[in-house]
């Protein structure tokens, strides 16, 4: 699993600060990288992502921390250890098309959270 060393972490108003061992970016990928075409086969890959993600913080004895967006105000998230960035994490492209969105915007920037599958996710 890759990441990044000694990655210094700000959260978005910039009230918390904190540099991590490794951060890991999650997301919804095949272990060769690519991105699973059926919704339910991109669901179960970032499933094994933050397995893979556990199993090398119980290997290094380390503590793991979560966050998405950084939109905490509190320093809940705060690690010296192993943080996931969770935020790539269960986004479905909807597939805008440029005739839908204003202002020269790029389609591929808009997306659907799709928190039905997350609640379904053992169906």
Known sequence: MQYQTNYPWENKHKNVHFTVNRLYDALNRLADGTK????????????DCLKSILKDAEQGNGNVRGGGGGWSLSEVTKTTDYF?????????YVGLDKT??????????FVLMNYNLLFNANQ
Do not use: M, Y
């Not at 699973?36 to 499933?47: C, E, L, Q």
């Not at 960035?85 to 269960?90: D, G, I, R, S, V």
């Open 36 to 47: 699973p075409v059926d919704i339910t086969a991109r669901w179960h890959s970032g499933i």
């Open 84 to 92: 996931v960035n969770t935020q790539p994490l269960n986004i479905i």
């Open 100 to 109: 839908f969105i204003g202002n020269g915007e790029d389609p591929t920037l």
